[in-house]
């Protein structure tokens, strides 16, 4: 996945870059939305990995499925990534992408991740808090995973807290083997 990032992030700043310029970072999202689901797709993953196919081909069944939703700019893209054998990072570029637009937009995405069910007492004051530690609309999504115990986990990009039963048991199991 680092890999795949480090290959994606340089394309998906300089798409976004002049999505911002030209005013259509809106079409650019979806545009970059269909190319990651149409990468997904366990053919077209066989044809990226086939040596086979080359960057034309590749890029004609893009434009193929595409069709009139693929503007000259989105194939500009395809080519440049095809010719570099850089493809299978699509999808991670649609993902830089759609961070860098809810940044500026100033909107954060964050996952909880519980023990039980969050109520929804749980759920309003864990977005006032986290909308005002980030100063933006935080998006959460919300998992249950039994093997925390109790507690919550928080991830919000690079940043994240373990406030989970499991990780103060662990603390406390170091703390005694010292």
């Not at 700043?13 to 939305?33: I, P, R």
């Not at 993953?45 to 004609?60: F, H, N």
């Not at 373990?162 to 199991?173: P, T």
Request: net charge negative.
């Amino acid at each position: 996945m680092a890999q795949l990032m480090t290959i994606a992030r340089p394309y998906a700043e300089g798409v976004y870059a002049l999505a911002k310029e030209e005013g259509s970072v809106a079409t650019w999202s979806e545009m970059l939305a269909n190319l990651s689901l149409i990468s997904q797709d366990k053919t077209m993953k066989a044809m990226l990995k086939s040596p086979q196919c080359s960057a034309d081909d590749i890029v004609s069944v893009f434009t193929e499925v595409m069709g009139n939703n693929l503007t000259n700019e989105g194939k500009n893209l395809l080519i440049a990534m095809a010719d570099n054998d850089r493809l299978v990072a699509l999808s991670t570029v649609a993902e830089v992408f759609e961070t860098l637009r809810a940044r500026d937009e100033k909107r954060v995405r964050a996952t909880v991740i519980s023990a039980l069910e969050v109520t929804n007492e749980q759920k309003n004051k864990l977005s006032v808090a986290l909308n005002a530690k980030f100063d933006a609309e935080v998006e959460i999504t919300y998992e249950e995973d039994a093997s925390l115990i109790g507690g919550i986990k928080i991830k919000v990009d690079d940043w994240a807290i373990d406030g989970s039963a499991m990780m103060q048991l662990n603390k406390l199991g170091a703390a005694i083997a010292q």
